[in-house]
């Protein structure tokens, strides 16, 4: 069906006509409108014009109500203080518009005008590693940023750029050559609760074990150190037993992701090693192109502005003194590749804020050499998880958090919220696959919520909270929409337009009517805090419409069918709008 505007968009456009039917000259001139506690909408682009044209805005205001011809959307508008428009919006105006939504499985959301490619890179674990708390932000924001894009029409490739390359292997992999049953699948992993977390314990224990023989035994370590260039050259056991590493460890990443309740996809994979091949040719280009020079051995691009503490350059290097590559290189080839290959228009890397300085450089690089059009890409840098103390996210024993333990515990605490709402009914299993919702939908939410260059607290007390900004209170109130519907019996929504709204229905259903809208926003934007926050605010709408409206009213059928329709659309856009965010909606809470 064909996109419905919101009525804000057809105010607009009703202000715009008018304006340049008051005034010709004025024709492309923004009327400025947004929402107001003064009426619906107000408009004060007349203030700016009017100072423009040397004009009074009062009249100029004054001209424009009177060239708005009568029209279905607009009950009144009057001119307010020193210009502004306050206009008023027709109750059937408001209900007509959300019908029209109602018939579109989209709720009106429209597809981007000129959908591109998009490349995004997120979730950029290390191989026989944990992933801890540092992993959360990337893979929750850029897993939203996915699902927004996609939805607007978007043709998103996403790439896990993994680290599973450097000199850690050669230690990794000898170790594995003389003590082969090493992560043997029969090896002790007692207590593990999932192939994942077993995967983990080997991995742990092959990490242990070869660090502290590299550490102790020096003919171990000049084994290990020649087992580098034999992985680099391409060795058919060192190559092997490499690929056994990497497989141990997709098999606890998608444990963690599964918990997490995201989708990743192994073909999505795509790690440093994976541009190996490129690396040679990339330092060719540049040096021949005189974008990268040679110092001290290195192979560097230099930037103006770029400088140490003692005003020495500070360079991108390219490739080390001793011919190792490092960070730099495997950047500007996955560049190489996204562009050349995949023909992307649009590169976004959801990565830390603290490597803002190396990919301006990286991204500089590829455009002075022809690879990377000025503008294609983005960093979308993400602030850090604190303690309550204010301070990175720490054990009490200042160790690094990891990520399975944060979700297992927010969804112990989710739990206890859930058996305090479930009846005597519902059974203990049911319990736990809610809480899994609540919990997991929690910490995706506590992050989604702030802007993601800010830094925020973790505290899973107030993340599993009914009360406040959080997805348990916007999931309790979808919960309530879909009581409402099982005590509805025989009763069906259905629109009616002829009726008068009350203040906290009109509230309501104006907040539904501007989704599609905020959908835009929060995606051209790579904003999902935008959609968190419209989101909180249907919910609070929709409590005060729920307090002060009686829905089912058997002796009155046609109120009680057009509030069942404003909680109807509630619950589309409350279900539709957390998925976009991968956070579940339960029947019941």
Not at 80 to 100: E, K, Q, R, W, Y
Not at 467 to 473: A, I, R
Request: proline share 4%; hydrophobic share 40%.
């Amino acid at each position: 069906m064909a996109t419905v505007p919101s009525l804000a968009a057809t105010v607009r456009q009703r202000v715009s006509d008018a304006l340049s039917a008051a005034l010709p000259e004025a024709a492309s001139a923004d009327p400025l409108l947004r929402r107001s506690d003064r009426a619906d909408f107000q408009a004060n682009g007349m203030l700016a014009l009017a100072k423009q044209l040397k004009g009074n805005p009062r009249e100029l205001a004054a001209k424009v109500t009177e060239a708005l011809p009568a029209n279905e959307e607009i009950a009144g508008i009057e001119v307010s203080g020193p210009g502004f428009l306050n206009i008023t919006v027709a109750d059937s105006a408001i209900v007509n518009n959300l019908a029209a939504r109602r018939q579109d499985e989209r709720l009106g959301v429209p597809y981007a005008d000129a959908p591109g490619t998009t490349v995004i890179d997120y979730s950029q674990p290390n191989v026989a590693k944990e992933m801890h708390v540092g992993h959360l932000r990337s893979t929750v924001i850029g897993d939203a940023i996915v699902k927004l894009l996609e939805h607007r029409g978007e043709t998103v490739i996403r790439r896990h750029h993994i680290g599973d390359w450097g000199t850690n292997f050669g230690m990794l992999i000898q170790y594995l050559i003389e003590h082969p049953h090493e992560l043997d699948h029969a090896s002790d992993t007692a207590g593990a609760k999932d192939a994942g977390e077993a995967a983990m314990a080997r991995l742990n224990r092959l990490y242990k074990s070869s660090r502290a023989l590299f550490d102790s035994d020096e003919d171990f370590k000049a084994r290990a150190r020649d087992r580098v260039p034999a992985l680099q050259s391409g060795d058919a056991e060192t190559l092997a037993l490499w690929h056994k590493i990497v497989d141990e460890s997709k098999t606890y990443f998608q444990g963690v992701y599964d918990e997490l309740d995201v989708e990743i996809r192994d073909a999505d994979i795509v790690g440093e090693s994976a541009y190996n091949d490129d690396l040679q040719q990339v330092v060719k280009d540049l040096e021949e192109s005189g974008v990268a020079v040679r110092s001290e051995g290195a192979l560097c691009v230099f930037f103006e502005d770029v400088k140490g503490p003692d005003g020495t350059p500070t360079p991108l290097i390219v490739q080390k003194s001793n011919g190792g590559f490092g960070y730099a290189a495997t950047d500007l080839a996955a560049i190489r590749n996204r562009v050349g290959d995949l023909k992307a228009d649009t590169l976004l890397y959801v990565v830390d804020a603290r490597q803002a300085l190396h990919f301006r450089m990286v991204f500089e690089t590829a455009q002075r050499a022809g690879w990377l059009p000025e503008g294609a890409a983005r960093q979308l840098p993400f602030g850090t998880v604190l303690g309550k103390d204010g301070k990175p996210f720490k054990t009490r024993e200042g160790e690094t958090v990891r990520l399975v333990d944060l979700l297992d515990e927010a969804v112990e605490r989710a739990a206890a919220v859930v058996r305090e709402k479930a009846d005597a009914s519902v059974t203990e299993e049911e319990i736990q696959r809610r809480a899994q919702q609540v919990g997991i939908g929690a910490v995706k939410y506590a992050d989604l919520s702030n802007s993601m260059t800010r830094d925020y607290v973790f505290d899973l007390d107030r993340m599993v909270s009914l009360q406040g900004d959080t997805s348990v209170y916007l999931q309790y109130a979808y919960a309530r929409v879909r009581s409402i519907f099982r005590k509805a019996k025989d009763l069906q929504p259905v629109p009616h337009p002829e009726r008068e709204l009350v203040p906290a229905e009109r509230a309501l259903a104006l907040h539904l009517d501007g989704f599609a809208d905020t959908l835009v926003t929060a995606a051209d934007e790579y904003a999902p805090h935008k959609l968190t926050a419209y989101l909180y605010e249907l919910a609070t709408l929709y409590s005060r419409f729920f307090e002060n409206c009686l829905v089912l009213d058997p002796a009155e059928p046609a109120q009680s069918e057009n509030r069942l329709f404003l909680c109807e659309m509630t619950a589309k856009v409350l279900h539709q709008g957390l998925a976009l965010l991968g956070i579940r909606t339960p029947e019941r809470l």
